[in-house]
């Protein structure tokens, strides 16, 4: 961990996305150790950790604790974030319906969970553990059911990470962001003709995540912030209803 000033480390799930990269680059050039975990290593993290997809969700698992214990060697994280992830249609006549919800599944409940079984063990008291859900999961996505469902099943285990019984570290926080439209490359490419002032920007997302990895403003544990971004400005909201 040579190189590292402020001793703090996060960990980014999937740290070689158009959010992750963007975190990646944002803890760094404020002299954090950050780690990837990713199917690619991102070069600007200090530590990569390289994940199989061929592999099943317990082999994966079960790789990444492995390289992780490794690379940490008894240090403990700041902050853990997960934002793998990804977007598939498909209503239930699609013929690829099943194909693009085990995606989805892949990309974001597998990922949710990993990380959150590696925020059990390597977090540090007062930790942030940070996953990705999504504003549309909070109702019914009738032309995206995989993705609706994946992301519905983040809500649910942010929500029961924040509550007793947990075994995250003592003082610790789990929470979810829930965007709408992030102003990523791809979302650029396929709808150029959307509102992009109504898009969150990656910068504000990782300034957010690493306020709240610091302690600043942080939400309780088991909050779902909704990213809210009108007319360019963006700002947050927990969201105060039922999951669905």
């Not at 008291?125 to 109702?139: D, H, Y």
């Amino acid at each position: 961990m040579a190189g590292v000033v402020s001793g703090s480390r996060v960990l980014i799930y999937g740290g070689k996305g158009a959010l992750g990269a963007t975190c990646v680059s944002y803890f760094k050039a404020r002299e954090w150790w950050v780690a990837s975990v990713d199917l690619f290593p991102n070069e600007e993290a200090h530590a990569n950790v390289i994940v199989d997809p061929a592999k099943s969700w317990d082999e994966q698992n079960n790789e990444v604790q492995k390289k992780v214990d490794e690379l940490l060697d008894g240090n403990k994280l700041n902050a853990i974030i997960c934002v793998a992830g990804g977007w598939a249609g498909g209503t239930a006549k699609s013929k690829d319906v099943v194909k693009n919800a085990d995606l989805m599944f892949k990309q974001s409940v597998w990922t949710s969970l990993i990380a959150a079984s590696i925020a059990a063990k390597h977090l540090m008291n007062n930790g942030l553990l940070a996953l990705t859900g999504a504003q549309p999961s909070l109702s019914g996505t009738p032309g995206m059911l995989g993705y609706g469902m994946a992301k519905a099943a983040v809500h649910q285990l942010t929500v029961g990470l924040g509550m007793d019984g947990n075994t995250l570290p003592p003082d610790s926080t789990a929470l979810a962001i829930l965007p709408n439209t992030l102003d990523t490359p791809m979302n650029r490419k396929f709808m150029p003709e959307a509102d992009q002032s109504q898009w969150t920007p990656l910068e504000y997302v990782a300034k957010l995540m690493f306020d709240w990895s610091g302690g600043s403003d942080r939400p309780a544990s088991g909050s779902l912030c909704k990213l809210i971004t009108k007319d360019g400005q963006s700002s947050w909201e927990p969201h105060r209803g039922a999951l669905l």
